[in-house]
Nanobody
Framework: QVQLVESGGELVQAGGSLRLSCVAS????????MAWFRQAPGKEREFAAAIIWSDGRTDYTDSVKGRFTISRDNAKNTVYLQMNNLKPEDTAVYYC????????????????WGQGTQVTVSS
């Protein structure tokens, strides 16, 4: 089983930036989708961003386009989420996830999950 460990979440003021990291315990290769989901208080877990490992193609939910960037480092088996111009509505627990298959925004399709990292944006 692949272990995913997120880090980087913290308290930040609105307009600030954070970079989240997710390290996988095994080498990631091929057409594997790695994604970031987030879950705000009282809300369902929602898709934020995803990347196809092999070719770097990405997908974002509309609310983060232009502000968030997902990327990966093949040598480090790590996926990042660079978050700029953070807003209070970005406050959530952020989870990274991995699936073997086509890219999808459905959390049910992802087989492996990290423990989550808390991002809190104050204003």
């Amino acid at each position: 089983q692949v272990q995913l460990v997120e880090s980087g979440g913290e308290l930040v003021q609105a307009g600030g930036s954070l970079r989240l990291s997710c390290v996988a315990s095994a080498r990631i290769f091929g057409r594997r989708a790695m994604a970031w989901f987030r879950q705000a208080p009282g809300k369902e877990r929602e898709f934020a961003a995803a990347i196809i490992w092999s070719d770097g193609r990405t997908d974002y939910t509309d609310s983060v386009k232009g502000r968030f960037t997902i990327s990966r480092d093949n040598a480090k088996n790590t996926v990042y989420l660079q978050m700029n111009n953070l807003k209070p509505e970005d406050t959530a627990v952020y989870y990274c996830a991995l699936r073997w298959g086509l890219l999808t925004t459905s959390p049910e399709a992802y087989a492996y999950w990290g423990q989550g990292t808390q991002v809190t944006v104050s204003s």
